[in-house]
């Protein structure tokens, strides 16, 4: 059987049909600068003991702060925060520039008012393509009231609301 190669455009148009919710992960230096990205692929690995995996571009800022420092924190949006998704979206900006820096438990920053948070130790690392792919020991969590931020078909979206017409399949 031959198969051609999957185009990065297509797949990445294909994997926009899975509907994902939006974290933004945090860590900081051991000078005390914070970093943090907006991402979408984060998923639990075991509640026993509790790991998390999230995938983090490999060669940005905060992945090189997140695999040197050892610990980050996922911190998962509200539906109200979509500017802030957009904002730690954004490569090569201070994202926290005039903005409050909210420390968890172990003292990791962590986005304030969000949804939920995790923070986490990182537990293993390895490189996946272009991304590196980290397992979290979960350490603490915080969960508030609200609704989580969606993201689906390259749109931000509303995770709760149902009923949508069935689109056409393409293929």
Do not use: K
Request: glycine fraction near 10%.
């Amino acid at each position: 059987m031959t198969t051609t190669p999957v185009d990065p455009l297509t797949m990445r148009r294909t994997m926009g049909r899975f509907a994902t919710g939006v974290a933004v992960v945090t860590t900081e230096e051991a000078d005390g600068v914070p970093h943090g990205m907006t991402v979408n692929s984060l998923t639990s690995v075991s509640l026993d003991p509790p790991l998390l995996l999230v995938c983090l571009t490999t060669g940005a800022r905060t992945t090189r702060a997140v695999t040197g420092a050892g610990r980050f924190a996922v911190s998962i949006l509200s539906a109200r925060q979509e500017q802030l998704a957009l904002r730690f979206a954004r490569r090569g900006e201070d994202h926290f520039a005039g903005l409050p820096v909210a420390r968890g438990r172990h003292r990791v920053p962590v986005v304030p008012d969000a949804y939920a948070h995790l923070e986490c130790e990182v537990e293993r690392q390895f490189t996946a393509g272009d991304h590196v792919v980290v397992i979290g020991h979960v350490r603490d969590v915080c969960e508030r009231d609200g609704e989580p931020l969606g993201f689906l078909g390259g749109r931000f979206s509303d995770v709760t609301e149902r009923g949508r017409p069935v689109a056409h399949w393409f293929c």
